[in-house]
């Protein structure tokens, strides 16, 4: 299980909005407790590729992030984006890039942008599982 | 000498390049590790030529993206 307090949900919701018709990014930190990871902060960055289908993580801020969850005693659990177009789960693009298996990786569909769908995802390869993310 | 590598301070040889050190931490996948020392971005074909000095301060960072 994975949870993500309502507040850093928000942050996540209100960037993505604010960053379409392109796709949003960043970064998710926290603590892991035997298999539960907890969000407790999560960072926005900007997308360099400033595209409504690609995105990547700008490098300086990037190394900022980790280097306030370090200062924050937080660990990086992983990164979020949105699908301003398509649903909450890993594209082919999203398998081939997910390097770390051990990363949560969220995806934040924007496709009925009424009622937006974020979910969080263990990629192995070709294999996603959805982790069940609690937003509390 | 000293290096602090992803916050940690450890003992390495002098000189070390920082295509040593990507090998003697088994970073996985580096061809998509950027590397900055000291909070500048090394390019990575200059890896094997940038010798670390004492009291370095390193990052190794992956990249992250996608595509929907």
């Given at each position: 299980?994975?949870?993500?307090?309502?507040?850093?949900?928000?942050?996540?919701?209100?960037?993505?909005?604010?960053?379409?018709?392109e796709?949003?990014?960043?970064?998710?930190?926290?603590?892991?407790?035997?298999n539960?990871k907890?969000i407790?902060?999560?960072y926005?960055?900007?997308?360099?590729?400033?595209?409504?289908?690609?995105?990547?993580?700008?490098?300086?801020?990037?190394?900022?992030?980790?280097?306030?969850?370090?200062?924050?005693?937080?660990?990086?659990?992983?990164?979020?984006?949105?699908?301003?177009?398509?649903?909450?789960?890993?594209?082919?693009?999203?398998?081939?890039?997910?390097?770390?298996?051990?990363a949560?990786?969220?995806?934040?569909?924007?496709?009925?942008?009424?009622?937006?769908?974020?979910?969080?995802?263990?990629?192995?390869?070709?294999?996603?599982?959805?982790?069940?993310?609690?937003?509390? | 000498?000293f290096?602090?590598?992803?916050?940690?301070?450890?003992?390495?040889?002098?000189?070390?390049?920082?295509?040593?050190?990507?090998?003697?931490?088994?970073?996985?996948t580096?061809?998509?590790?950027?590397v900055?020392?000291?909070?500048e971005?090394?390019?990575?074909?200059?890896?094997?030529?940038?010798?670390?000095?004492?009291?370095?301060?390193?990052?190794?960072?992956?990249?992250?993206?996608?595509?929907?």
């Amino acid at each position: 299980m994975i949870t993500l307090p309502k507040t850093e949900y928000q942050k996540i919701l209100e960037h993505a909005q604010k960053n379409l018709p392109e796709e949003a990014c960043g970064l998710i930190a926290g603590k892991i407790e035997g298999n539960d990871k907890h969000i407790e902060k999560v960072y926005l960055l900007t997308n360099i590729d400033h595209s409504n289908e690609h995105f990547s993580l700008d490098p300086k801020e990037h190394l900022a992030a980790i280097k306030d969850m370090r200062q924050n005693g937080l660990s990086p659990l992983g990164n979020w984006h949105s699908h301003p177009e398509s649903p909450s789960r890993p594209s082919q693009e999203d398998k081939r890039l997910a390097f770390d298996s051990k990363a949560s990786y969220l995806i934040l569909s924007l496709m009925d942008r009424e009622n937006p769908v974020l979910n969080s995802f263990h990629i192995e390869g070709d294999n996603a599982t959805n982790e069940g993310l609690v937003i509390e | 000498m000293f290096i602090t590598v992803a916050g940690n301070k450890k003992e390495v040889k002098d000189g070390l390049t920082v295509a040593e050190l990507i090998e003697q931490e088994k970073v996985e996948t580096p061809q998509y590790v950027t590397v900055s020392v000291n909070d500048e971005f090394v390019e990575n074909g200059n890896f094997a030529t940038t010798a670390l000095k004492d009291g370095d301060n390193v990052e190794f960072l992956y990249f992250m993206g996608g595509g929907q």
